[in-house]
């Protein structure tokens, strides 16, 4: 193996003596780093664009603040980050409907929404229908007397779906209501009772 050239390697003007003090200086910088890391917030600040993580979100009435990923769906947030497990993620597609809840009075599909995008709106899920003093949202009771589901799985997207769609139209016909809420699937396929269910749900919330 032939030795190193050191002379052919030094730049031309430098003598041998201050190109290896060159070297040295430059390994002592670099070992700097390891034994004397930077303080926390000195380093390079986020660029510009970026996206930020700690963000606040109206979540039934209240503010919450929860560290989210820039590609986090809001589905995610709500069930893994605020324990808002009310809402299911069945297809994560959506396709289903499991997952509903209002963004600004509007059913939306939760999964297929980013966290980022509704900052600053009214989200509302089903956790949050239910009266301060513990009673029974008039459309919750109105499927809790008619027995309205079998498993329950979807019924959190449909109440959700229903209720957003009887606050623009408080006394549809039955065909309106399904119509109304066919964005929502049921795996068990009892339709025929959820209507009937949430009808009484909807004469509920008419009558106060």
């Known amino acids: 193996m032939r030795p190193i050239d050191v002379e052919a390697l030094r730049p031309g003007g430098m003598t041998r003596r201050q190109f290896l003090k060159s070297?040295?200086?430059?390994?002592?910088v670099s070992c700097a780093g390891v034994l004397f890391p930077v303080p926390a917030g000195a380093g390079p600040r986020p660029a510009t664009g970026a996206v930020e993580r700690l963000i606040t979100l109206s979540v039934n009435g209240q503010k919450r603040r929860v560290d989210v990923l820039p590609q986090e769906t809001l589905a995610r947030t709500l069930r893994d980050k605020l324990g808002l497990t009310g809402l299911k993620i069945g297809c994560d597609r959506a396709e289903c409907g499991g997952c509903t809840v209002l963004v600004d009075g509007v059913p939306r599909y939760s999964c297929s929404i980013l966290t980022h995008g509704?900052?600053?709106?009214?989200?509302?899920?089903?956790?949050?229908?239910?009266?301060?003093?513990?009673?029974?949202?008039?459309?919750?009771?109105?499927?809790?007397?008619?027995?309205?589901?079998?498993?329950?799985?979807?019924?959190?997207g449909f109440l959700m779906a229903a209720l957003g769609f009887l606050t623009e139209n408080p006394?549809?016909?039955?065909?309106?209501?399904?119509?109304?809420?066919?964005g929502n699937l049921c795996r068990c396929q009892d339709y025929d009772k959820i209507l009937t269910a949430l009808l009484r749900g909807a004469a509920n919330m008419r009558q106060g």
Do not use: K, M, N, W
Request: aromatic share 4%; hydrophobic share 35%.
């Open 118 to 156: 509704v900052r600053g709106r009214d989200i509302l899920t089903v956790e949050g229908l239910a009266r301060p003093d513990g009673r029974l949202h008039p459309l919750q009771q109105g499927v809790l007397d008619e027995q309205g589901f079998q498993c329950g799985y979807c019924a959190p």
């Open 23 to 28: 070297v040295i200086a430059a390994g002592v």
């Open 171 to 182: 006394d549809p016909t039955r065909e309106e209501l399904a119509r109304g809420i066919s």
